[in-house]
């Protein structure tokens, strides 16, 4: 009874209230994480395979439609460098001024702990950079909801050895199907 009422009600600008009606359901449907959206074609760059090279700020080339994007990280093919000769290793020893005989102090090479991270982003329309923003690493999945969103989205590759791939599938709202 109650939806009798809304659908003879005139919704300002707006002729046809049985769509308005189904705009609110999709709605509904997309709150409780049911249809709603619908992924955009690759022909319409729908689906991006975006590589980032290091320290490279690139902002998405976002399709008129979409509404929402599905963002996975692939950590880059890593480029390992080796040591060409690994039986001659040369020690670094520090020694002091000091007129006062000590032993010489060997210093350790200690590992570099790099961060998870293969990427950075923001979604406020700064650039990040390689110390600032989100990080994502491999195999990491991000949602991003909102066309504005979708619009500021910035992304830095931040892997030294190696360029990630960030592969985006872009939605529409079924709501325009």
């Known amino acids: 009874m109650l939806r009798d009422r809304i659908q003879k009600q005139t919704y300002p600008k707006r002729r046809n209230t049985a769509t308005i009606l189904n705009y609110l359901e999709e709605l509904v449907l997309i709150n409780a ?91 406020n329309g700064s650039n990040p950079n390689i110390n600032s923003g989100f990080g994502l690493g491999n195999q990491d999945i991000f949602e991003l909801v909102g066309s504005e969103n979708l619009k500021k989205f910035r992304v830095i590759g931040v892997q030294k050895n190696g360029t990630p791939i960030l592969r985006i599938q872009f939605y529409k709202t079924a709501q325009f199907e």
């Open 33 to 123: 994480k049911e249809v709603g959206l619908v992924p955009i074609d690759q022909d319409n760059k729908g689906y991006q395979d975006i590589p980032l090279p290091f320290g490279r700020i690139i902002p998405l080339e976002v399709p008129e439609e979409a509404v929402s994007a599905t963002m996975m990280v692939e950590q880059g093919v890593v480029n390992v460098i080796t040591d060409p000769d690994p039986d001659e290793t040369v020690s670094i020893i520090a020694r002091s001024n000091k007129k006062k005989r000590t032993p010489p102090i060997p210093v350790l090479e200690l590992p570099i702990t790099n961060s998870s991270a293969v990427l950075r982003f923001k979604e």
